[in-house]
């Protein structure tokens, strides 16, 4: 027996749901101050009317849900070990062992290139920029002005190395979640972005 294929959504109406959850979310932050996670279930609401609207049934909808929450699991894990591991560091002591030895060991005038590099590293072992910045750029600020070194600067090697390793990483969240999302290799996805990652390593050099 044939199954009956149901036709695409008009682009318009797929545009619309898009425009429906951008407006809500800066109407939200900026007038209503209403929680995020109301606005971005609204919006599913939303599409999911206009979708079962154009003639999309609900069995096909509920699928692409399932689908999509499946592609979510391993980001969803990677994000919550970036958590565990942030609060660990701070509680276990590391950042300021960090600062302790940093202050004895760096020399100020490579200061900036090793810090932009130590980021990196640790960006690329741990897969997350925001962990390597709120544990490791954490100490580095301290060592950078215990230093001498201008903080602008500082954070700005602790920026260009934490972000460049994060997109490096094959265990970032983000670097995982893009490819799944478009079906494409993980791998393929790293090496396109290598043309973006230059010019924010550079400038801390």
């Known amino acids: 027996m044939q199954t009956q294929k149901t036709k695409d959504m008009p682009f318009g ?5 898009i425009a429906f959850l951008l407006c809500s979310m800066v109407a939200s932050v900026l ?3 209403i929680p995020v996670h109301i606005n971005l279930l609204t919006s599913i609401a939303v599409t999911l009317g206009v979708a079962w609207l ?10 692409a849900i399932e689908y999509g929450g499946q592609i979510l699991v391993t980001p969803t894990i990677i994000m919550m070990l970036i958590g565990c591991l942030i609060a660990s560091w701070i509680a276990g002591g ?7 030895w940093g202050l004895k060991m760096i020399n100020p ?4 290139v090793t810090a932009c590099l130590i980021c990196a590293v640790c960006a690329i072992s741990i897969g997350s920029s925001w962990s390597t910045a709120g544990t ?12 001498g070194i201008n903080p602008a600067m500082t954070a700005g ?32 996805h790293i090496k396109s972005m290598m043309y973006t990652t230059g010019p924010p390593l550079s400038s801390a050099w």
């Open 109 to 112: 005038s490579m200061f900036l």
């Open 94 to 100: 590391t950042v300021p062992m960090i600062i302790y």
């Open 157 to 188: 090697a602790i920026i260009s190395g934490a972000y460049l390793g994060d997109k490096m990483s094959p265990m970032s969240d983000t670097t995982n979640l893009a490819p799944a999302v478009a079906e494409a290799d993980l791998f393929d």
């Open 31 to 33: 007038w209503l101050d």
């Open 136 to 147: 490791v750029g954490v100490a580095l600020v301290g060592i950078g002005a215990g230093l």
């Open 54 to 63: 154009n003639g999309k049934p609900w069995k096909e909808l509920a699928a």
């Open 13 to 17: 109406w797929a545009l619309f749901c």
